[in-house]
């Protein structure tokens, strides 16, 4: 029986914006995907990261003096609802990925945050300046902290038929996950004299305890762990007999106009992207600001000026366009972009 010759698959080129790289946010480009793979693999890496990698976290609090997260802990300014709910804020990256201990012993006046807390040697906190408590004169905060690690998201354990536990041990809904958000595009390229090619833009948001090349590490493992079951005889190697292909062509970046790491697509599209509050849409669309060009080139007190605009609206708009790599006042004209479009 003769041997079928499979057709390859292109093979993407993966990397990552070195502009905008940090600890807790990464741009990931993959170029060029077969036609149609962008929202597939996109979805599916998005669904991955957001759900299934792992963190740590605190999952019980013994807080002395107090017995149930209703209570008043003396000598403290805030209640225990409310240092439950900070303590749920605290970020832990966890060197062994084990369960441990931490202890917090607070004296006297002022503000307890985490880095006060004295965790085990294999757990590191990440966000030193989270504030946990405000301490009044001669009040004593000693709280001692349960971590353990998991996936995604995991409500309070409180045993079963009791209403209090012995110790005065309060149970705290967890959030495992390092990943914060995730978005994707999918813009289209061109290989050779084909243009339905596919370009994957992946943006990951992590909170610090572990990096955005990491949790796509672990993402990926996830997946082809688990894909790996749906095969009944050995894989088709497309690997073996598929090459990397060269784009010679992509969308124009604002780094072609001096910035970095935006397409220039982006800056044309209508205000619908940033996806705001009806309101703050509405105005801008009334003001005749269609376009993200439109709403870059202005400064804040322009953007205050328009009609029923309001400062609550600014900051919508502003953490918009942050989370797209813009903001306002960016100064870009249209003959700018004409001429990086033409290049």
Not at 108 to 121: H, M, N, P, R
């Amino acid at each position: 029986m003769s041997k079928v010759e499979y057709k390859p698959l292109t093979v993407p080129h993966l990397s990552w914006n070195s502009d905008t790289l940090t600890d807790t946010y990464g741009e990931l480009i993959a170029q060029p995907l077969e036609p149609g793979f962008g929202i597939t693999l996109g979805n599916a890496l998005r669904r991955v990261l957001l759900g299934a990698i792992e963190g740590s976290s605190v999952t019980s609090v013994v807080i002395k003096g107090v017995n149930n997260e209703f209570s008043v802990i003396p000598g403290v300014v805030d209640d225990t609802m409310q240092v439950v709910l900070n303590i749920k804020g605290i970020v832990i990256r966890n060197k062994t990925g084990k369960a441990g201990k931490m202890h917090l012993s607070f004296k006297g006046e002022g503000t307890a945050t985490v880095k006060d807390i004295k965790a085990d040697e294999h757990l590191e906190l990440v966000n030193l300046d989270h504030v946990i408590a405000r301490v009044a004169k001669d009040g004593d905060l000693d709280i001692e902290f349960s971590v353990e690690s998991g996936r995604g998201y995991r409500v309070a354990q409180w045993p079963q038929g009791s209403k209090l536990q012995e110790g005065g041990r309060i149970y705290v809904d967890s959030m495992f996950s390092p990943v914060t958000k995730v978005y994707f595009d999918v813009e289209k390229t061109r290989v050779g004299k084909d243009i339905d090619y596919d370009r994957l833009i992946l943006q990951v948001f992590t909170n610090g305890s572990e990096t955005p090349k990491d949790v796509m590490h672990y993402c990926v493992s996830v997946l082809k762990s688990q894909l790996e079951h749906f095969l009944e005889i050995p894989a088709i190697p497309f690997n073996e007999f598929s090459k990397p292909v060269e784009v010679v062509h992509h969308e124009p970046e604002i780094k072609d106009i001096g910035l970095h790491g935006v397409s220039i697509d982006l800056l044309l599209k209508p205000v619908d992207e940033l996806e705001l509050s009806a309101r703050a849409h509405n105005c801008l669309i009334s003001a005749d600001k269609k376009r993200i060009l439109d709403i870059v080139n202005m400064s804040e007190d322009e953007v205050l000026k328009l009609k029923n605009f309001g400062r609550k609206s600014l900051r919508e708009v502003k953490d918009a366009m942050k989370n797209l790599g813009l903001s306002l006042g960016m100064n870009i004209s249209e003959d700018e972009i004409k001429k990086a479009l033409n290049r």
